[in-house]
């Protein structure tokens, strides 16, 4: 990959969405009586941890021209994520979801309307050209309009020289069937990209626990070379095509406080090594200090420490 035109770092292409997390700890929606507001989206996520991290990295998303909107727009840009290609639609309000405070995976409910509104004039071929990575989710390809113009742009990337990645976090929730999911699914990964999955995704997606080779299988057999599933507690596996399975367990943490956004940080530490062309194991052994870092913090990433000097 030639890198020395490339001077965006990683393209986040996705969902950018208030989150609304839970005030009481591991309770259900339910029984959560308040809570208090993030700026949440994985690729959101991503674009900023990358950009704490020393990065240049570029949003791309659709928010709606309303305080939420602003709110994002505002936030972005404080970190320095490039957000020209952030586009404001009157006649759509900003995404927000509402999440549980919890331990383990959260309960969540989304009020999806702006965020997957995302056209083809909001990625250039220009842009590809010059992006090392292009990165989405799961969530960022279940609905169109932005579903058929992320595939059709990571087609478009991979043909300039662009490396893909996606975050497989598959819920049933936002796709109209789980037949539509996987097709879309094979459809992108068919394009080799680095794949983050965690076990949740995976029983989400396949209705029951698979072994974690079956699982490598699965997606090797698509076309994708490197797959990395998180563990949650248990650290990560990483399996590359025709190359031994590696295994590392996560940091011991005192006291989580929050696990929204733990995966996004993982997957942030890991393109970041990726970018700086690390060897794999380094690039989990730095994504395993960035997730031990975002566990012990509610929300997001704290500014006010250098995070680099205690990746590197």
Request: glycine share 6%.
């Amino acid at each position: 990959m030639k890198h020395n035109k490339r001077n965006i770092d990683i393209l986040c292409v996705g969902e950018v969405l208030v989150d609304f997390i839970g005030h009481q700890n591991d309770v259900l929606i339910n029984e959560t009586r308040d809570y208090h507001r993030y700026l949440g989206g994985s690729p959101a996520n991503v674009a900023m941890n990358c950009k704490r991290l020393g990065l240049k990295s570029t949003m791309v998303s659709t928010v709606g021209n309303d305080g939420f909107g602003e709110y994002i727009s505002k936030r972005l840009q404080e970190i320095g994520v490039n957000t020209s290609n952030v586009k404001k639609l009157e006649n759509k309000s900003t995404s927000v979801i509402f999440v549980s405070r919890s331990n383990g995976t959260p309960d969540f409910i989304p009020y999806r309307n702006a965020d997957n509104h995302i056209s083809d004039d909001q990625i250039t071929t220009e842009m590809l050209c010059k992006t090392k990575i292009f990165h989405t989710t799961c969530f960022a390809l279940s609905k169109n309009p932005a579903q058929t113009t992320i595939i059709k742009k990571a087609k478009e990337a991979t043909d300039n020289g662009c490396k893909l990645s996606i975050d497989i976090n598959y819920a049933k929730e936002l796709w109209e069937c789980k037949e539509e999911a996987l097709k879309v699914i094979k459809t992108y990964c068919a394009l080799n990209p680095l794949i983050k999955i965690s076990e949740d995704d995976m029983l989400r997606l396949f209705d029951k626990e698979l072994p974690h080779q079956e699982i490598f299988d699965f997606f090797h057999k698509l076309g994708a070379d490197t797959i990395c599933l998180t563990l949650g507690s248990k650290g990560v596996k990483l399996s590359q095509k025709g190359k031994n399975l590696i295994q590392l367990p996560a940091i011991k943490i005192e006291k989580v406080m929050d696990t929204t956004g733990a995966g996004d940080a993982f997957w942030s530490g890991f393109l970041f090594a990726y970018i700086k062309e690390k060897n794999i194991e380094e690039c989990l052994q730095i994504a395993l200090k960035l997730a031990a870092l975002k566990l012990q913090n509610v929300g997001r990433l704290p500014d006010n420490i250098n995070i680099l000097s205690k990746l590197l």
